[in-house]
């Protein structure tokens, strides 16, 4: 069985400061994992996914993603934060036979302080 | 301008009543996902359907309901013996297997009154 794991509710970082969202997975085989955010009342927006190959993938909005297979993790990263980062943020894995839907995490709030 | 629909955006309902969440897209989509979100506890999966005329249950599908007569529309319904109906429900939609990620709708929220 897949599973994802995001172990913080929330995180708190000020403006112009780094920012990491921690994600840990567990699923037969290699994984493909995905980043989505969601703001208030609206559906999620796909950030960025890791397939194969270099384990720092980029994405929309300035946010990068680390793989590291050894330790199970797709850390969601950004090198400043902006208020309007603040959202709830999801990882999601799915195995590499791709016939299953995603699983997802249960989410991580994102609060950026001015 | 293509993606997904969902309406509508608010529905009240009575207990004891079934509704129906609409779900629309023209991505040309074959797979399309229906999830439940509560506070705290993430994305739970309903119903999926991979291809016209075949679905699957999710983690959660006692008290739902779906079709799939048209690769574009994915209705669910929300019948009266699901006990805890009030949640905000996402439907989503990908190109069926590998790497493809999931695009969701702008979600429908569920109110039992």
């Known amino acids: 069985a897949q599973s994802v794991a995001q172990p913080e509710d929330q995180v708190n970082v000020a403006e112009g400061n780094p920012l990491t969202v921690k994600c840990t997975y567990s699923v037969s085989g290699n994984p493909y994992l995905f980043w989505y955010v969601q703001y208030p009342n609206r559906g999620l927006q796909f950030l960025l996914k890791?397939?194969?190959?270099?384990?720092l993938v980029k994405g929309s909005y300035g946010f990068e993603a680390e793989f590291n297979k050894s330790q199970t993790s797709f850390h969601l990263k950004k090198p400043s934060a902006l208020v309007s980062d603040s959202a709830l943020y999801f990882c999601?894995?799915?195995?590499?036979?791709?016939?299953?839907?995603?699983?997802f995490g249960k989410g991580t709030r994102l609060s950026v302080i001015a | 301008d293509g993606g997904i629909t969902q309406s509508p955006k608010y529905l009240f309902r009575k207990e004891g009543q079934n509704v129906t969440l609409s779900c629309e897209q023209n991505?040309?989509?074959?797979?399309m996902y229906w999830y439940r979100q509560d506070p705290g506890q993430g994305l739970r999966l309903i119903y999926y359907?991979?291809?016209?005329?075949?679905?699957q249950k999710g983690d959660i599908a006692e008290g739902y309901s779906v079709s799939r007569e048209k690769k574009e529309s994915f209705p669910l319904t929300v019948t009266s013996a699901q006990k805890n109906p009030t949640a905000f429900y996402l439907c989503a939609s990908s190109i069926s297997g590998g790497y493809n990620e999931q695009f969701f709708g702008p979600g429908t929220r569920l109110t039992v009154l």
């Open positions: 890791y397939i194969t190959g270099d384990n």
């Open positions: 999601a894995v799915r195995d590499e036979s791709g016939n299953t839907p995603l699983v």
């Open positions: 991505l040309n989509h074959d797979a």
């Open positions: 359907s991979q291809i016209v005329n075949d679905f």
